[in-house]
């Protein structure tokens, strides 16, 4: 057994190194079997030789992000452990270094696992991307994220953000108010990544410039949809005539993400899901990439990747 003490720099660096309530030095210290306490800017690791030097290790990893201050998730962790233990450490530095974007309150936003980096370069090179996994690994924050700095570098004229509206039966008329304020409760999740980019005053004008329309999925029909960066949200929820509706809307210079949760679907035991049934219709169409995101990539607070298995574990039982 042997102690070893491992400078941080900054408090700054040892609270972004560890997480909240210290979650990621627990974590650390599980996936290692050392005893790690955080006192100050300081990391103090007592173990084995091999157990010290594997605490090092992914500290080391992780260097790139918290030394500059920038938030480590629990997520990360494990990342840095999954690329050590498979010898992918030098892949794991290309994905520190790629930004996707960055919030207008100074996040920088990145992929935290590999799943998700190949999900964004999907995002960036291929014309219709599907995209598949539970909630809160980054499915539609991440398209979004794409979709704006897309739009904001002028690659794209327009962003349409869709989803099928189940909830309301596609018949919203029972709600009260305009059509932005019937569809506002469906279309939230969009509206939540937009404004991490976006000034929340700018959104109203762009609407209304089109230049950004958010509408439930029944009103994409009859329509081409070109020079556009489109997003189709919970396309669990579609049905296969809907999906092949909205697939071929795609005109020239457009990008299409298609985002869901095939295990969540809304619709009546009888109906098949479009998203499911396009998955076994295009799998190996040239120009189609399949991105599928596991309880792995939940980015979310730690709970969410345990309530995620947890609800796996039952319904594999059931």
């Not at 400078?7 to 974590?27: D, F, Q, T």
């Amino acid at each position: 057994m042997g102690n070893y003490k491992l400078g941080l720099m900054s408090p700054e660096n040892a609270i972004a190194l560890a997480g909240p309530r210290e979650e990621n030095i627990k974590r650390i210290a599980q996936q290692t079997g050392a005893v790690v306490v955080l006192r100050g800017s300081e990391l103090n690791i007592a173990g084995t030789e091999n157990q010290v030097n594997r605490v090092k290790r992914i500290v080391e990893t992780l260097e790139p992000t918290w030394s500059q201050g920038q938030a480590i998730a629990v997520t990360d962790v494990l990342t840095a452990i999954h690329a050590l233990d498979t010898h992918r450490a030098e892949e794991l530095q290309s994905i520190q270094k790629d930004v996707v974007a960055t919030t207008r309150r100074g996040q920088i936003i990145r992929a935290k696992t590999f799943r998700q980096q190949q999900y964004i370069k999907a995002l960036r090179t291929s014309d219709l991307t599907f995209c598949t996994g539970p909630a809160g690994t980054g499915k539609t924050f991440l398209a979004a994220m794409v979709a704006v700095k897309a739009l904001m570098n002028e690659e794209y004229e327009r962003l349409i953000l869709t989803r099928p509206a189940v909830e309301a039966g596609e018949r919203l008329g029972f709600l009260p108010g305009d059509l932005q304020e019937k569809v506002n409760p469906y279309l939230r999740p969009l509206y939540d990544a937009l404004h991490e980019l976006l000034d929340p005053e700018r959104i109203p004008h762009l609407m209304e410039k089109g230049v950004i329309e958010v509408a439930p999925l029944a009103y994409m029909r009859g329509r081409t949809l070109s020079n556009a960066f489109v997003i189709l949200d919970e396309a669990q929820n579609t049905t296969p005539a809907q999906m092949k509706m909205v697939l071929t809307r795609l005109g020239f210079h457009s990008r299409m993400v298609v985002t869901g949760d095939i295990t969540q679907t809304d619709l009546p035991q009888y109906q098949q899901s479009g998203l499911a049934m396009a998955a076994k219709i295009l799998k190996g169409v040239d120009g189609i990439e399949f991105c599928e995101l596991t309880k792995a990539d939940v980015v979310r607070h730690a709970l969410v990747q345990r309530i995620v298995a947890a609800y796996e574990q039952f319904e594999g039982k059931a």
